[in-house]
């Protein structure tokens, strides 16, 4: 029919029936053509293999499974508002978060735990990598996405190439995938950027000990030592609860020296758990030697010194030096200054040292302008500068922060902020031998003692370097002021002790001036012990060696301290014309502290004389000058002698009002004989009142207070107040 057709349209003729219809021709040429060439092409298909429809298809049971390489998580103990914080980050819309900590704080256990707990939110599969950020040869960010592109199923031609074009293939295959990534113990930022995938449905979680700050988009969350509650939580779930209620102060024990550190704490308990006729107290007792701590902290691979030696190895010299040096500082908080002065290099290049070794979770900063280490930490830092420094430059060390103490409370400079420093510093440097250096610090800082509650420092101060004083001259004036501040806390009995030791080393070194210091501090102490007669011998020796010397200030302060003891025995007589003496060698204004003593000295023997008007004008020159210098201790004391004039004068209100805020201002300079006598006379007014219930609370808490401080005689008389309540007769008219 084609040929026909052909024929036709070519030029040939049809049979006269159907010539008519011959310009049907070319038409129907052209549909015989195209329909043969579509049975060919159909006909050429059949015999081809088919290929998969672009929809969707159910995958069928011989495909590989998601990736599911999440380690065992172990138990998370103690970090429950961590896991919480992260929790809140991914609900914020956190598609990266970085836990970054220290060694051992517990951070790869919080990540694995998280993501065991996210898991079935992520179907498309769960990726790890260990990049072994403390190794020292941390994975390189190709070899990880070679590994990453494997996981989800990449060929082998896809995981080659660049760095750029590895990271590229990686988010474009999982860039429509539910997938969780879990990358820990981070190098640095460089290390992780090119893994993670920018997917909306995929979730990065980074370790690091590093502070990665500089990972773009990540949500970071830092992690602190735990503290005591929930480390000793961890121990429980470590040991056992039956070792630890067998032996709680053991356990607390435990807890403390770890100092909240997980991984110290996992390998204590796991060493108990292993020796079960071990008690917790057992172990703290190994481990309370300081030296030997981090060799006792091990066990089988894990160690805490291991984990602090592969931060530690990363580090550059310079910033090596400032660790161990300024690491290795004696106090608790340390300044960019006390550092620099340790490390001997310029201030700038240790503030710039010390903010990367903050980065590297190896040194704290709690607030912009200081540091600290945790308690292991700083044990690994004393343990490189005694490996890696000489006796000289580790000597040379601790002289340059000694002398600059100095330097600073020499000048008159704020030393505030460094009075635990300077404690710390002080024993080290006499456990190291330097007492010429501790002792010029602390002749430096005695000066700068002039607060009310000063006494309580000040004690710490002499007591540092008087045991190690072998001059015996500064041996008894160390001894001199240790007597001191204890008679200022109300510690009667080391007071006096500690007195009698001086007066024996002033006889053997036949100094007069330091003897009459030495014999006033005796007089005073045993007025303090209740021994009357002999502290009036003393002081009046004193008062005589005083004299011989020429010594006014000196012979004013005896005067005072026997005028006090004449109105405790009730000697106005004798009080007085002392006192009166002791005021007329007063020089002229300004008026000191000693003039408001010997006023209010005054004002008690015109009270017992039965002089009230006399009395109260010199109880209020006294006070005004507590105002004017502002001196706690002074007016504390004229509170407690108003007080009493109140009381002579039936004004009971004005008399407790004055106790309470003469108790107030004892408590807060924590001196103990004015607690006590505050209780006993807020007693006796409340017993003048008929307020029988608190009169008993205020006596018991005098009786208890002066037992504390060792003051039988100052107890008993609380106690015959306390006895005499129920006594017809009593008499609350105070002293």
């Known amino acids: 029919m084609l040929a026909v057709v052909v024929n036709v349209a070519t030029g040939g003729e049809l049979p006269e029936p159907v010539a008519a219809y011959g310009w049907l021709a070319w038409p129907t ?240 308990g796991s060493r108990l758990r292993a020796r079960p006729s071990w008690t917790p107290s057992a172990l703290a007792d190994r481990l309370a030697d300081e030296n030997r701590r981090l060799d006792e902290l091990r066990l089988g691979d894990g160690a805490i010194r291991s984990t602090f030696q592969s931060t530690y190895d990363e580090l550059s010299d310079v910033d090596r030096l400032v660790f161990r040096r300024a690491g290795a500082h004696p106090g608790v908080l340390f300044g960019v200054e006390s550092a620099a002065r340790r490390c001997g290099l310029d201030r700038r290049l240790v503030q710039d040292a010390l903010d990367r070794l903050v980065d590297a979770f190896l040194i704290e900063a709690p607030t912009p302008s200081s540091y600290r280490l945790h308690d292991l930490l700083r044990l690994f830092a004393a343990e490189m500068l005694e490996r890696k420094e000489t006796p000289e430059d580790r000597a040379a060390c601790l002289i340059r922060q000694l002398d600059w103490l100095r330097d600073v409370a020499a000048s008159g400079g704020d030393v505030a902020y460094e009075r635990d420093n300077i404690l710390a510093v002080l024993r080290t440097a006499v456990a190291e031998g330097l007492t010429d250096q501790a002792w010029a610090l602390v002749e430096a800082v005695h000066p700068l003692l002039t607060a009310a509650d000063d006494h309580v420092y000040r004690l710490q101060l002499w007591r540092s370097v008087e045991r190690a004083a072998a001059d015996e001259r500064r041996r008894v ?56 007669d002999e502290a009036e011998e003393q002081l009046l020796r004193a008062l005589r060696l005083f004299q011989r010397s020429h010594a006014v200030e000196e012979e004013i302060e005896v005067r005072s301290a026997l005028g006090i003891l004449y109105n405790t025995l009730r000697r106005p007589q004798r009080s007085i014309p002392m006192l009166e003496r002791a005021a007329a060698l007063l020089s002229a204004p300004p008026e000191t502290a000693l003039h408001g003593y010997v006023l209010l000295g005054l004002a008690a023997g015109h009270k017992l004389a039965g002089h009230p008007t006399e009395a109260s004008a010199l109880a209020r020159r006294a006070f005004s000058i507590a105002d004017r210098l502002d001196d706690e201790f002074l007016r504390g004391y004229c509170l407690h002698e108003r007080g009493w004039l109140a009381v002579k004068n039936e004004r009971h209100r004005d008399a407790e009002e004055d106790f309470r805020a003469m108790l107030e201002i004892f408590l807060r300079i924590r001196h103990g004989a004015g607690v006590g006598a505050a209780h006993q006379a807020l007693g006796s007014v409340a017993a003048a009142q008929g307020r029988r219930d608190e009169a008993v609370q205020a006596f018991r808490a005098a009786i208890d207070e002066y037992e504390r401080l060792g003051n039988r005689d100052l107890a008993d008389e609380a106690r015959t107040s306390l006895s005499a309540l129920d006594s017809p007769s009593r008499n609350p008219s105070g002293s």
């Open 29 to 268: 040429v052209v549909v015989l053509t195209l329909t043969g060439v579509g049975l060919a092409l159909w006909q050429h298909r059949l015999g081809q293999p088919s290929q998969p429809s672009a929809a969707p298809v159910s995958p069928r049971a011989d495909d590989p499974a998601p990736p599911s390489e999440l380690p065992v998580a172990p138990q998370l103990v103690g970090r429950e508002a961590e896991l919480a914080a992260v929790e809140e980050l991914v609900g914020a819309g956190a598609q990266v978060v970085a836990i970054c900590a220290a060694g051992g704080t517990g951070k790869s256990a919080l990540a694995l735990s998280y993501a065991h707990g996210v898991r079935e939110h992520f179907p498309d599969g769960q990726l790890y990598v260990e990049l072994g950020g403390a190794s020292a040869t941390p994975v390189q960010p190709q070899e990880a996405l070679i590994r990453l592109l494997r996981a989800v199923g990449s060929d082998a031609e896809e995981r080659r190439g660049t760095l750029d074009e590895l990271s590229s293939r990686f988010r474009s295959a999982v860039a429509d995938r539910r997938l969780l990534v879990l990358l820990d113990d981070a190098f640095d930022a460089a290390q992780v950027r090119p893994l993670i995938p920018a997917g909306a449905g995929c979730l990065t979680v980074v370790t690091s000990r590093r502070l990665l700050a500089d990972l773009p988009g990540a949500a970071v969350l830092t992690l602190d030592a735990l503290p005591p509650g929930q480390a000793l939580k961890l121990l429980t779930a470590t040991v056992g609860a039956d070792r630890v209620a067998a032996d709680p102060s053991g356990a607390r024990r435990l807890v403390e020296i770890c100092a909240g550190l997980p991984l110290a704490v996992r390998i204590v």
């Open 477 to 532: 004036r160390a001894l001199r002021w240790v007597s001191h501040s204890y008679g200022l806390a109300g510690e009667v009995e080391r007071e006096l002790a500690t007195a009698q030791d001086a007066v024996a080393v002033a006889e053997r070194l036949g100094d007069p001036g330091e003897l009459a210091q030495t014999t006033r501090r005796l007089g005073e102490a045993l007025r303090a012990h209740g021994r009357p």
